[in-house]
């Protein structure tokens, strides 16, 4: 038989009287199906109360209301980017209540809301989603033998610049690609290493970094075609596709 951790008020009473005609604590909780702690403990409790109702809770009284609660979570999901702190301030305005700012946090939490990073992306025009919609429809009935004749490969720019990314939103679980928390950053230079490789489902190229000035034609060819991709496509053979960046 399950054994509960407490019984109703009527089963109590029954347990109680059992007890109080001799029998033991071990036996009683065999009978009723529960742990022989909670006999003692009811047993215990009637003893020093004349009473089987559980004592009421004297934990910390809960700072907000249920009214307060649902405020910060709409104001949070109005205003994605504001912090706990400032979050905490309109709820003061608002109803006049002063909590701490770790308070805020415990009722966003409990709202499935979390402070994350914003997926950051490049702006795109109407152009730019034309094309990759189209090139997804051309591809879309590929299998895993299509895709393993492609390498794909890009450029990127390890900045060495500090970017803390301070700012955070309040988002929901698995709602990282929703467009309303993505952040649009253009790109721009800075100081830093440009790097250049490749990867396919049977592997990846070594990481080529670009030194000393502007990528051109000529020192593509050179430094990328000629050492990384050829032996690439030599290896894969006639149905080699690069996939390049269109940079």
Do not use: K
């Amino acid at each position: 038989m399950s054994q509960q951790r407490d019984l109703p008020e009527s089963m109590t009473w029954r347990v109680i009287g059992r007890l109080e005609s001799g029998q033991t604590q071990r036996s009683v909780a065999d009978a009723v199906g529960v742990a022989r702690s909670v006999v003692v403990r009811l047993w215990n409790r009637f003893q020093e109360t004349g009473n089987v109702r559980r004592r009421p809770g004297a934990g910390r009284p809960r700072a907000t209301t249920s009214t307060d609660d649902r405020y910060i979570q709409l104001t949070a999901r109005r205003n994605r980017t504001e912090n706990a702190t400032q979050l905490q301030r309109q709820l003061l305005l608002a109803t006049g209540r002063r909590v701490s700012s770790q308070t805020v946090r415990n009722r966003l939490h409990e709202g499935g809301l979390y402070a994350r990073r914003p997926m950051v992306c490049i702006p795109l025009t109407p152009r730019h989603r034309a094309a990759r919609r189209r090139w997804a429809a051309e591809h879309r009935d590929w299998e895993q033998h299509d895709w393993s004749q492609v390498l794909f490969t890009d450029e990127s720019r390890f900045s060495l610049e500090c970017d803390t990314r301070r700012v955070l939103v309040w988002r929901d679980r698995c709602t990282r690609n929703n467009p309303a928390f993505v952040r649009e950053r253009s790109q721009y230079r800075r100081t830093g290493w440009m790097v250049w490789g490749g990867i396919s489902i049977g592997g990846r190229t070594d990481l080529h970094i670009i030194r000393n000035g502007t990528l051109t034609g000529r020192r593509y060819a050179d430094e990328i075609i000629r050492p990384h991709v050829i032996p690439y496509a030599v290896a894969i053979g006639d149905s080699f596709v690069f996939q390049d960046d269109n940079a």
